[in-house]
Nanobody, 123 residues
């Protein structure tokens, strides 16, 4: 079992950038495909992007070209770089781990979740 803790959220102006981190403990991240999701107030949790254990990345259309996911298996860390932020990016951002091979784009496809980190973009 792996435990995930996100950090790096905060308040930023539109057009700004942030780097979110997801620290894992309990087990190496090498055996998981990782995802990032977000949940805005009153909305369902939505897929942002994923990075496979081999390093391949996939993104939701809404963030493609603005968000970048990376991982450092040696440090047991996953990152989400956010640039050109918009007010509609405001949400709690979650990282998640998936044991099954393959890209997961739904909440149900992930086995472990962090507690989330708030990102607020002011317009």
């Amino acid at each position: 079992q792996v435990q995930l803790v996100e950090s790096g959220g905060g308040l930023v102006q539109a057009g700004g950038s942030l780097r979110l981190s997801c620290a894992a403990s309990g087990r190496t991240l090498r055996v998981y495909d990782m995802g990032w999701f977000r949940q805005a107030p009153g909305k369902e949790r939505e897929f942002v992007g994923a990075i496979r254990r081999g390093g391949g990345t996939y993104y939701a259309d809404s963030v493609k070209g603005r968000f970048t996911i990376s991982r450092d298996n040696g440090k047991n860390m996953v990152y989400l770089q956010l640039i050109s932020l918009k007010a509609e990016d405001t949400a709690v951002y979650y990282c998640a781990a998936r044991r099954t091979l393959g890209v997961g784009t739904t909440v149900a496809q992930y086995d472990y979740w962090g507690q989330g980190t708030q990102v607020t973009v002011s317009s």
